[in-house]
Structures are given as C-alpha cells and as structure tokens.
C-alpha cells in the first residue's frame, strides 16, 4: 500500500488570512489543501499558487458547520492519498450589534463554525498531527482577551479559540506537534465586512494586513511557539487585559462598539 502524501489543510482560504497562509505552506514546498465554501475563489488562489510552480492545491468546496464536514473533509483527502500533517483553523466570522437584538440563528451559526467546528476538526486530525509530527495553527483574535459588549458572541468565540488551542499546546506538544494560536487584532478582509465592522482611532493602531498576520501565524507555528499577537501595540491588549480591573476593560470595549454602532447602539 503506497504511504497518504502528507498535506497542509487550510480552512477559510477563500479569501484574507486563510488565502495568505496557504501561499506561505505552498511557498515552503508543502502540498496545500484548500477549504471553503466559495468554489471560484478556491479555484482563483489555487491557480494563483500554481503559477508561481509550485503544485496546484487541491479544492474541497464545504460549508464547515454542517453536521458531516468533518466526515467529507476525511473522505476528501482519503480519496486523494493524502494525510493532514498540518492543520489550519480559519474559517470563522463576526456579527457586530447587540447580542440580544441580533439575529439567534445567525449567532448560534457562529458558534458553530468558531467554536464546533473549530474542535471537531482539530479532535478528528490530531491523531494524524502526531503521526506525521506536524502542527495545528488556530486563528484566534485579540477579541478573546477580553469580553465584547456590542459583539459579544464574537468574543466568547475567540475567548474559547485562546483557551482551547492553549491547553492543545500543552497535550499535543509533548507527542510532537507544534500547536500555536494566532490572535491578530483588526484586519482589513472580508470578514469585517460581513460583521459589519469599521476600524478608526484608536484599533487603527492596532491593525495589521492579512499577510503580516498569516507571516506571523505561520513563522510561529514552525517555531513551535504556543501563541503569536501580530504587531507591537497590539501586544498590549493582552497586558491591560491582565491588569486593569475587568470592569474597566468591558467599558473601554463597550465605549468602542458605541462608536461603531452609532444609531444601531443600545450599549
């Protein structure tokens, strides 16, 4: 029996961080396994990758959060000979707007692909992480830091990604696999488009592009580093997190979504 090729798989690489990161593992001569739900620009980033020489990635076009996802991502690369030896956790959105007045199904569509899907993923390749000594790099935010009045599922998310990955860095490392969380905070891509986000003052600071995030990801993930926060300032947020009492870091965030709310508020 001929041995599965191993393969980087990179969830949400349609667009933004996700599509970065996939040009980097490509870049370093890793096989790339792309993952979406938008099949033309799946097929756009593959053919874009295939033009630099290096090897076309393969496209799985899935929605995540459906029940079987795991399942058919398996079956996906079974079918091509190819094993995960490194993991990519991407996918995900944003809502921004009271948590009450938004919408529940939409909310609860985010915990699912955040959060569900995120662990069943990571839970259902582990055992292939450790065969092939690889490495798992989780996308969290430096949302997950603290709570977030005005986006509050977000950040529950994100504050599960942190804790989640943190804890699979000390359970996986010693079997061998590099588990890093990345935790960028503002990035200008899709996503805050959809969640309906707009950066000034003072998170301006703290935004940092697709790519310095991905470079930063991915450097941190082969240094076999548990956590990287791209860009100086942004390092910060940890730190106050740690040491401003906590009702006062909720009335900073809380006093940010305001802003970003204007007549949707009711902070």
């Known amino acids: 029996m001929t041995a599965a090729s191993p393969v980087a798989v990179v969830t949400g690489a349609s667009s933004g961080i996700g599509a970065e990161l996939a040009k980097l593992f490509a870049a370093d001569g890793h096989a790339v396994v792309l993952v979406a739900r938008r099949a033309a620009a799946l097929n756009a980033l593959a053919e874009e990758i295939a033009a630099t020489g290096r090897p076309r990635p393969h496209v799985v076009v899935l929605d995540l959060a459906q029940p079987d996802a795991v399942a058919h991502l398996r079956a996906a690369l079974a079918e091509r000979g190819t094993v995960a030896k490194y993991l990519v956790n991407n996918a995900g959105f944003g809502l921004l707007g009271v ?7 939409e909310q609860l569509a985010m915990i699912d692909l955040n959060v569900k899907a995120l662990t069943a993923l990571s839970l259902a390749f582990a055992d292939d992480l450790v065969a092939q000594r690889g490495g798992l790099l989780n996308v969290g935010s430096l949302a997950g ?6 986006m509050a599922v977000y950040y529950a998310t994100k ?3 942190n804790s989640f990955s943190e804890a699979m860095w000390r359970e996986l490392g010693p079997k061998g696999v590099a588990v890093t969380v990345l935790c960028p905070g503002p990035v200008p891509t899709g996503f805050q488009a959809r969640a309906g986000v707009t950066v000034s003052g003072l998170q ?15 450097d941190a993930l082969m240094g076999r580093r548990r956590m990287v926060v791209p860009g100086r ?6 730190l106050l997190a ?22 949707r508020g009711g902070l």
């Not at 830091?145 to 005005?150: H, K, L, Q």
């Not at 740690?242 to 007549?263: E, F, H, K, N």
């Open 99 to 105: 948590a009450t007045t938004l919408d529940r199904d």
């Open 145 to 150: 830091f603290v709570p977030g009045p005005g």
């Open 204 to 218: 301006s600071l703290l935004t940092v592009t697709a790519a310095e995030a991905a470079k930063a990801g991915y």
């Open 242 to 263: 740690r040491v401003l009492p906590r009702r006062t870091m909720i009335a900073l965030i809380a006093s940010t979504q305001i802003r970003r709310l204007g007549p």
């Open 233 to 238: 300032l942004a390092n910060l947020v940890p």
């Open 159 to 161: 504050a599960f990604v």
